[in-house]
């Protein structure tokens, strides 16, 4: 029986990746409203990595997860503070973006992993599939930022990190949307993996939910 003192906390316990998808949306409805505040944007990076850490405690599947994330994570924080109070340093965000992309590169594959265990759709998957592309798209997000500190100029003038989210969301999902694009030669080519991926993605892992929907109601 579920304790009425907890129901919020066996919710948090029993969907994890519906807190994850919210935590994400979350950030990128709030962001704009912090402004020029860096305790703000500081304290939404650090908590977006602590939601992420939440799913990886749940839908890890081997220890190597589990390793290889606690071994990124701490650090990935720390720079994102860092990135938040002193954003004008570059071998700062580089550092951040070689800790953030596979970091969030690995969690969407554990969530991906967690997609495909079995044969059974259940309310934590379809949530875990929305999350996963998220984590896909910061991941990107970091990448594009880390381009255009090594190339300058790469995607025109210097683009805020949320602008980078924007264009990795419009990326991963086709839309084509943005009043700016990858200028240089490898920013075009981390833009192109990240339509791969995308396409890959819906191809992938959201026909294969679809499939086990309309098979499971077919029986």
Do not use: C, K
């Not at 500190?149 to 995607?155: I, K, R």
């Not at 805020?160 to 969301?169: G, K, R, T, V």
């Amino acid at each position: 029986m579920i304790s009425r003192r907890a129901p919020a906390l066996w919710a948090v316990r029993t969907h994890p990746n519906a807190v994850l998808l919210v935590a994400q949306l979350a950030v990128v409805v709030g962001y704009p409203f912090l402004g020029n505040s860096t305790a703000g944007r500081a304290i939404v990076g650090v908590l977006q990595l602590v939601a992420v850490f939440s799913a990886v405690g749940v839908v890890r599947r081997s220890p190597a997860v589990t390793w290889l994330a606690f071994l990124l994570g701490p650090p990935a924080m720390t720079f994102a503070v860092w990135e938040s109070v002193d954003p004008s340093r570059h071998w700062v965000i580089l550092i951040s973006a070689a800790l953030h992309v596979p970091f969030y590169l690995f969690v969407s594959y554990g969530l991906i992993r967690y997609l495909f265990h079995d044969q059974v759709v259940t309310r934590d998957e379809l949530f875990a599939t929305a999350a996963a592309f998220t984590v896909v798209a910061w991941a990107f997000a970091y990448a594009y930022a880390a381009v255009q500190v090594l190339w300058p100029g790469s995607f025109g003038d210097a683009r805020p990190w949320y602008d980078l989210l924007f264009l990795s969301f419009t990326t991963l999902t086709n839309t084509g949307l943005g009043d700016f694009g990858p200028v240089l030669s490898h920013a075009r080519s981390v833009v192109v993996l990240e339509q791969v991926a995308g396409v890959f993605y819906v191809a992938l892992v959201v026909s294969r939910l679809v499939g086990l929907a309309i098979n499971r109601a077919r029986s």
